[in-house]
């Protein structure tokens, strides 16, 4: 089970952080993602990070601007967002993998409910 906080509304230029929270299991075995849809759109990678890889991939559109991180203790993932514009706009999901780490949504088979983000 993935479980998402921390979308809302918020001028641009403005931030926000998203939470996702996960089994222990879940968080030290499996590819993290963040993925968004924008309304009419296609859902897109954000950010991809696994801890024992070390490893995170950002999308050019949000490099810079977006940043992971994780809290070890709370085996949770958080999405920091800053200098929102409003392109960024979208329902924000958090994914998790069992196998590749990539920005594709069709490597990931488990999904949050979704956060909405709205930046005006």
């Known amino acids: 089970q993935l479980v998402e906080s921390g979308g809302g509304s918020v001028q641009a230029g403005g931030s926000l952080r998203l939470s996702c929270a996960v089994s222990?299991?879940?968080?030290?075995?499996?590819?993290m993602g963040w993925f968004r849809q924008p309304p009419g759109k296609e859902r897109e990678g954000v950010a991809v990070?696994?801890?024992?890889?070390?490893?995170?991939r950002y999308a050019d559109s949000v490099k810079g601007r977006f940043t992971l991180s994780q809290d070890d203790a709370k085996s949770t993932v958080y999405l920091q967002m800053n200098s929102l514009e409003p392109e960024d706009t979208a329902m924000y999901y958090c994914?998790?993998?069992?196998?590749?780490?990539?920005?594709?949504?069709?490597?990931?088979?488990?999904w949050g409910q979704g956060t909405q983000v709205t930046v005006s």
């Open positions: 222990a299991y879940t968080y030290s075995s499996y590819c």
């Open positions: 990070i696994h801890s024992q890889g070390h490893y995170t």
């Open positions: 994914a998790a993998s069992a196998s590749l780490c990539r920005l594709r949504r069709a490597d990931f088979g488990y």
